[in-house]
């Protein structure tokens, strides 16, 4: 019987004196200077797509979570979740920025960059459904009545702004 590792691209188990992975066809080297820098640049897409998949973990629960007890409304709203969602594009972004510049400087390993292509879409796909979910979400009954008390006052009172009576905009603000 073999022993086994893990290849350090797709985490598959593979034999130890492997020379490519079977499962990713990776070429796995014996320590030299490009494969510490491929080592490197593993690392940190690891952390990068766990830190994301985190973060559209918060986004979900973040869809579903409500506040109050009799006037019950969604605790956050649809701007806020969507802004939450361009953070976490923004940041995809700039990891293809870094594996731009590092294949640029031939310090990247053509499986690290097929890799993170691979990750990357995961996460597109994912933010897709959650901007779905957003879109989705059903509005409380005290939404409801909230968004009709406001139609209502804002054809009676067309001077009014819906910024200061939600606090969102102090009188100052208004003011100026």
Known sequence: MFMRIKCPYCKERIK???VRCKHCHSSIGNGNTANNNN?????YLQNGFNKISA????????????TGFVF????????ELIEAARKIESFV??????IEEWDAARKLNQQ???QFNKKANEVYQRLESLHWAIEQRIPT??????TVFKNIISKLFP??????????KTPKEIAA
């Open 112 to 114: 690290v960059k097929l």
């Open 39 to 43: 080592d490197e640049s593993i690392k």
């Open 141 to 146: 009954w005290w939404e409801k009545v909230c």
């Open 16 to 18: 130890k004196g492997a």
């Open 72 to 79: 019950i409304r969604h605790q956050y709203s649809n701007d």
């Open 55 to 66: 973060e559209c973990d918060v986004i979900e629960s973040k869809i579903r979570a409500q």
């Open 159 to 168: 001077f009014i702004s819906f910024k200061l009576i939600n606090g969102n």
């Open 93 to 98: 972004e700039k990891m293809n920025d870094d």
